[in-house]
């Protein structure tokens, strides 16, 4: 069995600790660190996890630890890659690598100079029909990728704090979902250009402040293909993940607004249930990438997005965020050289 800690027992960092405790097999999860939550201990006790520190570093240095799950935020994350790669252990890094380009090539390539697994929490990858639909595209049922599609919309309303969002978090955390999947979905094609469009429509009073809300951005790909990809914080009717690909022999699509099949046909019309969030939604996607992590860690070779990955990933959001700035499509070469 192997032994990994995690990191940052936020929000995502509880949710993936009970995770590894109760659903995923092949590791056991020795250690919780984080510098300042009250309530370390407590989380500690109820997982049954034996050891917590303070001292991120202090677990780089444990012998006895193959491997560890950074759910921290973003912008600790290329710093504690390179330091466990470092130290000779594997990587689990929730999204999104880093916070810039140079950031995220550095953190890849101190895993790929240790020879250390990094895996980047693209957790999309392992929701049921993306995971088919990425089979379909790469057995060819849709023939040749002309157009591709992804959407995150945050259920509302939102309810966020505009001067405590760090600057293109649209980008950078929540479209760095969308960026991945257009990349992975269109199987051996690079993002060549990307031209952006965002505003604060949810929070007109903070446009001024540079806070944005809303997001479209269409992505060209050395095959020729136009994708698209779209965020919201909010979503007044729900959490709602879905992606297309429309190709030369056909189409396929992923998620769906309903969180159930059920449908509920009253006098005022006919309901579909949208409540919910991505760990209550998407909890298998969760599930299924920490295990592809364990199975990483115990020398398996399993489909994950990895560091250059998560860099591809990072370029687009990069061009986009300048295409913002600059009110112009950004050539990917221009960003990334
Ligand atoms: N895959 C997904 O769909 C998804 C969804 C939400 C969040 N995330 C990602 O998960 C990560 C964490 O997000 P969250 O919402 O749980 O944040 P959070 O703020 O709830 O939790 C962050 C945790 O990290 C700890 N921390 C802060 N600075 C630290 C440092 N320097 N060293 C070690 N620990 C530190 C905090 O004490 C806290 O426990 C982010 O990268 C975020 O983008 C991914």
């Not at 919780?32 to 370390?40: D, F, G």
């Not at 402040?209 to 909010?234: H, P, Q």
């Given at each position: 069995m192997k032994r990994i800690a995690l990191i940052g027992t936020g929000r995502m960092g509880v949710h993936h600790a009970r995770t590894l405790v109760e659903e995923v097999s092949g590791v056991e999860l020795v250690a919780?660190?984080?510098?300042?939550?009250?309530?370390?201990g407590e989380v500690a006790?109820?997982?049954?996890?034996?050891?917590?520190?303070?001292?991120?570093?202090?677990?780089?240095a444990r012998e006895d630890l193959d491997g560890v799950v950074l759910t921290t935020p973003a912008d600790t994350h290329v710093g504690l890659v390179?330091?466990?790669?470092?130290?000779?252990?594997?990587?689990?890094?929730?999204?999104?690598?880093?916070?810039?380009l140079s950031g995220a090539r550095s953190a890849e390539h101190a895993t790929r100079e240790a020879g250390v697994v990094l895996q980047v929490g693209f957790n999309r990858r392992f929701a049921e029909s993306w995971t088919r639909a990425r089979e379909l595209v790469t057995a060819g049922a849709v023939g040749e990728v002309q157009r591709a599609h992804s959407l995150?919309?945050?259920p509302g309303p939102w309810r966020g704090d505009p001067d405590k969002v760090l600057q293109d978090t649209i980008f950078l955390q929540t479209l760095i979902h969308d960026f991945d999947v257009l990349n992975w979905l269109n199987p051996g094609a690079e993002p060549v250009s990307v031209h952006a469009v965002a505003d604060a429509l949810i929070r007109p009073d903070a446009r001024?402040?540079?806070?944005?809300?809303?997001?479209?951005?269409?992505?060209?790909?050395?095959?020729?293909?136009?994708?698209?990809?779209?965020?919201?914080?909010?979503?007044?009717?729900?959490?709602?993940?879905?992606?297309e690909v429309f190709g030369s022999g056909g189409m396929v699509q992923m998620g769906d607004p309903v969180a159930t099949s059920a449908r509920l046909f009253d006098a005022s019309g006919l309901h579909g249930d949208t409540a919910g969030t991505d760990t209550s939604r998407y909890h298998d996607s969760f599930r299924r990438e920490l295990q592809a992590f364990s199975d990483l860690v115990n020398g398996e070779d399993v489909d994950h997005a990895d560091g250059a990955d998560g860099v591809r990933a990072q370029l687009v959001a990069t061009a986009a965020i300048r295409s913002v700035a600059e009110g112009r499509p950004v050539g990917v070469e221009e960003v990334g050289a």
């Open positions: 919780l660190c984080t510098p300042r939550s009250p309530r370390l006790a109820e997982l049954g996890v034996p050891d917590t520190t303070r001292d991120p570093q202090s677990l780089a390179e330091a466990f790669a470092a130290a000779g252990k594997h990587v689990f890094v929730e999204k999104p690598l880093a916070t810039t995150t919309r945050d001024d402040r540079g806070f944005l809300d809303t997001a479209v951005v269409l992505v060209r790909y050395s095959n020729g293909a136009i994708a698209t990809a779209e965020a919201s914080f909010s979503a007044s009717y729900g959490y709602d993940l879905r992606a």
